[in-house]
């Protein structure tokens, strides 16, 4: 009987000493995966690009290239297309959509400095190719996006930010999106 309660209070002693440590693998785990350096760059990639925006304080968006250049407006709560002081009323749902589409932009991965005119052509942001986007909100803030070409990646897009020379790789297809031609933006 005496070896019997002995073995059981042997089989508890080691069956808490496995349990102890289970739980400390659990906390260093969970300690390593927060702090891990993939996890700090995974929420910086997540931050917002265009800080302080709202798209319900969005007046104007103008969308230029090397050959057009139109204005995308809000004149009384109404959308309108302006190429050339011609004003035509704007498809609501897809500058609804754009709108949303730019609260969405987050900050990405740096691709590549910038600098270098072979990579800058690589990325789309060559004059003949990259779309310039003003962005203007109604508390006088301006934002600049230059769109360069969509990424390797499906649902990426390749980014400037205002004065920055940095490329970015989006998670979103901005570059898709961003139609050149104000006929595309028209309501039908």
Known sequence: ?????????????????????????????????????????????????????????????????????????????????DEKNILAPADLEKVNLYLETLEKLNQGIIQDSGEDN???????????SVKKLIIKISNNTEYTIYIGDPGKNYGTSYIKLNNQKAIRELKSSIAAETDKESVKWAHR
Do not use: P
């Open 1 to 81: 009987m005496k070896k019997v309660l002995s073995t059981l209070k042997d089989r508890k002693y080691i069956i808490m000493i496995l349990s102890t440590l289970l739980f400390l693998q659990i906390i260093l785990f969970i300690y390593f995966n927060m702090f891990s350096f993939e996890s700090v760059k995974s929420r910086a990639i997540g931050k917002k690009l265009l800080i302080g925006y709202n798209k319900d304080a969005v007046i104007s968006l103008k969308i230029s290239d090397q050959k057009n250049s139109f204005v995308i407006k809000k004149e009384n709560e109404t959308w309108f297309v």
């Open 118 to 128: 072979e990579t800058i052509k690589k990325y789309g942001f060559a004059e003949e």
